[in-house]
């Protein structure tokens, strides 16, 4: 709901602070005040912080810019709390929305504090307060709005998901199938590209590490004859003469024959010794088994280049690295055998495809029956508030249209749309174009009290929903503002004295004018100004004894 309004600079409003609710308290509240006084600048301003197409000229005379913030209290399942978080904005118990206008024409837009668009602003505003004004395309005159209303008021919610997950089976199940058509078109017109391209990548059976393995390996084959002649040669100088190692084995046995008389002085020389024959043995071993495996073998090396220039230009021909041609093969394989078994996989996919729709149609055609139904419940409800608010020759129809294929969806495959005829007669025509304000006003608030608990804004506003009434009518008007209030949060800017009497909460919007300026407040009124207000919406100009009495009158009966 609408905790709080604060208005700066805007049109004649230089400062202004407005509570509407306290502690989940809200109610009824009324906004009245003497024609001209400024009533509507109020509900424009609290359309700038919703979202509404700004203006520069709504920047009061003298101001460098008008700003206007909007608190709302948000509960925790409501339908703001998911743009927020896709937003990535801080969500917080209450909503801030925040406007700037500018003398030059730029604004900003803040939730939260936080920079956002004016686009987003909107959305919110949208899930946040719904204006009920005369002729305004928005609210329940959008036809878009109409479909899910309905809904909502038949309790057909279990239904509707049913539908959006059958809709959403179907189109998978499409799609499946055109891409598998599409694949399988495309494989015949490449089929002997495909067949080529497939015989040549089996016989070179490639490997996501083969250019690293056989490039490494070609590498060494290349270098293996330099590399053979180096190791021979040390080779050699380790057996020139008599051999180091033959050498080396000598002095150890003659040392160890006469270890044992020197008395521990040849001890550190035979472990010399030791050591030293161990190693050179050793490396003498290690140099051999190297110079058997880098024997040049010139026929390997010209197998391994063959190889690998092949798997390159392969893989250049078809655009990809070496490493990628082994899943490329693998794909081309696949198509080919979709290509192959393709009759009978498309044969699947559409048999798995008419099934999907026959599964939506038939949840579709269901909803359709169940919307039928709560559609004449529907048009019976209103009917029954017609009467009272003096539009009792009207009649309300909630018009049920099947739409085309091409223009089903999630939602089903029909139009809904609330249609009145006013006169008896005529045939009903779309609610918005109806041709009075006042009757445009009381069809919407008759509506609204039988979808009182549809939709997920919190707040309704309610602009001069008793033009040209009075009396009873006056009074019906306010009955049905207050019962849905009971659901809702309500503010309503009323001329009705009888719809003033009735609210829970009453403010007076003052236009105070000098000769060089004119400025509009907003008073929130006690017991004593309620009474004094509603004298003179009763009576006019000048406040009489018999106004006050009348205004005590009706207040006591509203209470």
Not at 162 to 168: E, L, P, Q
Not at 267 to 282: F, G, I, M, V, W
Not at 292 to 305: M, Y
Not at 334 to 354: I, P, R, V, W, Y
Request: aromatic share 4%.
């Amino acid at each position: 709901m609408l905790l709080s309004l604060s208005i700066r600079d805007f049109v004649l409003i230089e400062k202004l602070d407005l509570t509407f609710a306290h502690g989940g308290n809200s109610g009824l509240g009324a906004l009245t005040g003497e024609t001209g006084a400024g009533k509507s600048i109020l509900i424009d301003a609290l359309g700038l912080a919703l979202g509404a197409r700004a203006d520069s000229a709504a920047v009061r005379r003298g101001a460098p810019q008008a700003s206007v913030a909007a608190s709302f209290d948000l509960p925790k399942a409501h339908a703001a709390h998911a743009i927020l978080s896709g937003q990535g904005l801080d969500d917080e118990d209450v909503l801030t929305l925040r406007r700037t206008i500018g003398a030059d024409g730029r604004g900003r837009a803040f939730v939260n504090d936080q920079p956002a668009s004016v686009a987003l602003l909107r959305r919110l505003g949208e899930t946040l307060v719904e204006i009920q004004g005369q002729m305004e395309q928005h609210g329940l005159l959008d036809t878009a709005t109409h479909r899910a209303s309905l809904d909502a008021f038949a309790g057909l919610e279990k239904q509707a998901a049913t539908v959006r997950d059958a809709w959403h089976d179907w189109r998978e199940a499409e799609r499946e199938r055109a891409e598998a058509e599409a694949a399988a078109a495309a494989a015949r017109r490449d089929e002997d590209f495909l067949r080529h391209a497939v015989k040549e990548l089996e016989a070179l059976s490639p490997k996501a590490d083969d250019e690293e393995t056989l490039a490494a390996e070609r590498q060494l084959l290349r270098a293996g004859s330099a590399l053979g002649e180096a190791v021979a040669q040390a080779l050699g100088e380790l057996e020139a003469g008599r051999g180091a190692t033959a050498a080396l084995r000598a002095a150890h046995r003659l040392v160890e024959r006469n270890v044992d008389k020197a008395a521990g002085r040849l001890d550190a020389s035979l472990a010399a010794l030791d050591k030293a024959l161990s190693e050179a043995t050793e490396a003498q071993a290690q140099l051999e088994a190297a110079r058997d495996a880098l024997e040049f073998d010139p026929n390997r090396l010209e197998k391994i280049e063959e190889r690998l220039f092949a798997l390159r230009a392969v893989a250049r021909k078809h655009g990809v690295t070496v490493a990628e041609l082994a899943p490329l093969a693998g794909k081309m394989t696949a198509q080919l055998a979709a290509l192959d078994d393709g009759e009978a996989g498309l044969k699947k996919l559409a048999e798995k495809a008419k099934a999907a729709r026959a599964a939506y149609v038939a949840a579709a055609e269901a909803q359709a029956a169940a919307r039928r139904k709560g559609a004449v419940r529907l048009d019976k409800a209103v009917s029954a508030e017609l009467g009272p608010l003096k539009l009792e020759k009207a009649k309300f129809v909630t018009e049920l249209t099947p739409l085309a294929e091409a223009d089903w969806s999630d939602s089903g495959t029909d139009r809904v749309q609330f249609t009145v005829a006013t006169n008896p007669g005529t045939p009903p025509a779309p609610i918005a174009r109806i041709a009075s304000g006042g009757e445009l006003s009381r069809f919407l608030l008759a509506l609204k009290v039988c979808l009182a608990k549809v939709g997920d804004a919190a707040t309704i506003v309610f602009d001069e929903v008793d033009s040209g009434i009075g009396g009873a009518t006056a009074a019906a008007v306010g009955e049905r503002l207050k019962r849905l209030a009971r659901e809702v949060q309500v503010l309503v800017v009323t001329h009705s004295p009888q719809v003033a009497a009735i609210a829970d909460r009453h403010w007076l919007i003052r236009k105070t004018t000098t000769r060089t300026n004119a400025s509009t407040d907003v008073l929130s009124l006690d017991a004593r100004g309620r009474r004094e207000e509603i004298a003179r919406m009763l009576s006019g100009a000048e406040v009489t004894a018999e106004a006050r009495a009348a205004a005590d009158k009706l207040l006591a009966t509203a209470g």
